[in-house]
């Protein structure tokens, strides 16, 4: 059987272990992770409800601890400006980066 003073360090070693657990970066992320994933949820679908955003996807980045990432194509200022109230309204948990840009325009003829 085990001694008193064995199971006492195997409790410490557990205890350190979990805090340990708690307080690695790779956790920290995967609650970033977590936390993005529900709130893309939550978002994707207004964006989708506006058709000025149809060309703007969001996804789940790794960075900053977890993140979530607007890419796509908007018509213009006015367009980028109302798209990024909407998603700041929403009281993101995590750190939202967009990628925005404008349409391509033909040169020439």
């Given at each position: 059987?085990?001694?008193?003073?064995?199971?006492?360090?195997?409790?410490?070693?557990?205890?350190?272990?979990?805090?340990?657990?708690?307080?690695?970066?790779?956790?920290?992320?995967?609650?970033?992770?977590?936390?993005?994933?529900?709130?893309?949820?939550?978002?994707?679908?207004?964006?989708?409800?506006?058709?000025?955003?149809?060309?703007?996807?969001?996804?789940?980045?790794?960075?900053?601890?977890?993140?979530?990432?607007?890419?796509?194509?908007?018509?213009?200022d006015?367009?980028?400006?109302?798209?990024?109230?909407?998603?700041?309204?929403?009281?993101?948990?995590?750190?939202?980066?967009?990628?925005?840009?404008?349409?391509?325009?033909k040169?020439?003829?």
């Amino acid at each position: 059987m085990f001694t008193r003073n064995g199971l006492i360090l195997i409790l410490v070693v557990i205890v350190i272990g979990l805090l340990a657990l708690r307080y690695a970066p790779a956790f920290e992320q995967f609650r970033g992770l977590r936390a993005a994933g529900i709130h893309a949820r939550k978002i994707t679908p207004i964006l989708e409800a506006d058709f000025r955003f149809h060309e703007v996807k969001v996804s789940v980045q790794t960075g900053h601890g977890g993140c979530l990432m607007l890419r796509g194509t908007v018509a213009n200022d006015e367009d980028e400006d109302a798209l990024k109230n909407m998603v700041t309204a929403t009281n993101s948990p995590v750190e939202i980066i967009f990628g925005l840009h404008r349409p391509r325009q033909k040169i020439g003829n």
